[in-house]
């Protein structure tokens, strides 16, 4: 992923709050889907910005996630996935449903970098 942001202009914090958010989705998908279907990871670069769609297939939840996730006590164990994503990125947003799986939206606006042409949506170019 790092790779294909890199060849697209996409470096420094920008990328690497990006890739932070990523790997939080992952691990929350990895770790709550409950599913052994795979895990789909979308990418796509526009002008001014990139942003990543992950959706499991696993059992979901019904209760809407927090608005404004805050980080637990530094001692606590768990819940610092959805306030750490929310912090590195400028777009994210979370849908879910009993049964059918989980999507996670997470993107941040590209400031001063080249990026694509457009929105990929051929599969050999998401990541």
Aim: with cysteine.
């Amino acid at each position: 992923m790092a790779d294909f942001a890199r060849t697209h202009g996409i470096a420094g914090d920008t990328l690497n709050h990006f890739l932070s958010a990523l790997g939080e989705a992952l691990a929350n998908a990895i770790e709550h889907a409950r599913s052994e279907k795979p895990i789909e990871i979308e990418v796509r670069i526009a002008l001014d910005r990139i942003v990543a769609t992950i959706r499991d297939r696993g059992v979901g939840f019904a209760s809407e996630p927090p608005a404004n996730p805050v980080l637990p006590e530094p001692n606590a164990e768990r819940g610092r996935g959805l306030p750490i994503m929310r912090r590195c990125c400028d777009i994210f947003s979370i849908e879910s449903s009993p049964g059918h799986g989980t999507s996670v939206l997470i993107g941040c606006r590209l400031t001063g970098t080249a990026g694509s042409a457009g929105a990929f949506s051929d599969p050999h170019h998401a990541a």
